[in-house]
């Protein structure tokens, strides 16, 4: 019972350290953190609590689309009852619990465990292999993790890869039922939950045998029967479709041969009695390296597991260093509690600077969805950029575009979308966008607030050659 006690409480100082580090989330009622998707979550999640989760037609993005296409349905549920601050904190807190419970289930060592949780909180170790800019040895030290899941919009992956962990965990002790539900909960909270079943699996079964194999693949199975209705095989065609209009997410034969290539190393690396987390920091460094540095990928999305590389890095660090004998283990131990210590302080200062409140009656993305929903009601309008993300936080408005793109169910909509915007015959944009039932197009200028700005900044495109309906000076 002592010993149970000691994990809980390691795992309760994991816990409340993230809780401590980004708590001014949990009173603010709007982050206005505009390049993200956090108004876009809100919204679907009032708009299906309201209409329909499933089997409903939203009107409002893409064109339309059926409300199983939107989104998966966790983190805009959850958004919609509590906001997407609480969303974000606890995407940014369950990750390091649940690899906390990760290392201990499969090491038996709470102290390596707790160590490897507080490290992932706190240091960003895909910046020495993999940088997100120039390399510099001090970006090791960023809080890039309370920058994707709080400026960014990495929440929903967050909370999927905790449901992973937790996966591995229920196989790990044999627990079926709870494999199955923290299957479905990953692909409900993210299709990154999907995948990562699938590659953590692997790495699973490769450092523990494949004797394991029947229970793995069963309770995928029945954890995707029970989400299925969120994900029919359709949607999958639509994402298959969609990726080849994005290079990093369409098959291709290489992509085939670097999955094959792939498969053949770690096979290799099994053989060689490789342990599980160097397996799985192997699996997912692979990913982002070979698509940022070669151009090369075997699964859609490659850059953004960088996520999944970054916490399999942590933990295997810290369970070699555990291996160390008992003397060096404790020098190093003690190291990297002076290092959590000022971590933690330059964490929680950056945390304040970056999670503020804010007034979004100041936003152009509010004024212009008040004034699109007041005076264009029956209208769809074509907006990019920031603007299309956000502006069915605001107010009803129906929209071409919008949305996560990825789910569009019309090929044809996302090209004609996506070449407006280098699109510089005004004429011409009207002629496709008028055929496709648009009324009218959202553009923003040189000097427009938003982050996101999607047009062209070299040349005016619409100035004399279409009417003005309304301007915000800007």
Known sequence: MPSILRVLDLGLAVCWLNVYLVRQALSIPFLGQMHSMHGFWEAVGRWCGANGWLGVWIPNWLGGLPSEFAYAPMVPFLA???????????????????????????????????????????????????????????????????????????????????????????????????????????????????????????????????????????????GYLIVCPFYPPSLFAALRRNGALAPESEWTASAWMVLAVTLIVMLFLAAKRLPFFALLAVLMSSIPMLFYRFDLHFIDQPGRYKIEMELALVAAAVVGASALPRRFARVVAVGALCFCAYQTVQHRRFSKKSIKAADPAKTIEYRV???????????????????????????????????????????????????????????????????????????SGPQSPEFWKPYPRDIDVYTGKLPVLWSDGS
């Not at 509590?82 to 974000?88: A, K, L, N, Y």
């Not at 060592?109 to 993999?130: D, R």
């Not at 494999?179 to 909960?185: D, K, M, R």
């Not at 069915?392 to 070449?419: C, D, M």
């Open 80 to 222: 919609a009852q509590f906001g997407s601050p609480v969303v974000c904190v606890i995407a940014f807190c369950v990750g390091p619990v649940a690899l906390f419970a990760l290392v201990w289930e499969l090491t038996r060592k709470p102290f390596a465990a707790f160590f490897a949780a507080v490290i992932y909180s706190l240091c960003a170790p895909t910046e020495l292999l993999q940088p997100d800019g120039a390399f510099a040895w001090r970006h090791f030290l960023d809080a890039r993790r309370l920058y994707v899941t709080f400026v960014w919009d990495e929440a929903p992956h967050q909370i999927a890869l905790a449901f992973v962990c937790l996966t591995v965990v229920a196989w790990s002790r044999g627990w079926r039922g709870t494999a199955v539900v923290s299957i479905a909960l990953a692909a409900l909270a993210s299709p990154f939950g999907i995948t990562g079943c699938v590659l953590f699996g692997f790495c699973w079964l490769l450092a523990y045998g494949w004797s394991q194999r029947r229970m793995v693949v069963s309770t995928a199975i029945a």
């Open 369 to 443: 969805a008040k004034w699109v929903e007041a005076n264009l009601p029956n209208e769809t309008v074509y907006a990019a950029g920031s603007i299309a993300q956000w502006i069915n936080r605001f107010g009803n408005v129906r929209q071409y575009g919008g949305g996560a793109y990825p789910t569009a169910i019309n090929i044809e909509q996302q090209k004609l979308y996506w070449s407006v915007l280098g699109e510089r015959s005004a004429e011409k944009v009207a002629a496709q966008l008028g055929a496709a039932g648009v009324g009218a197009i959202i553009v």
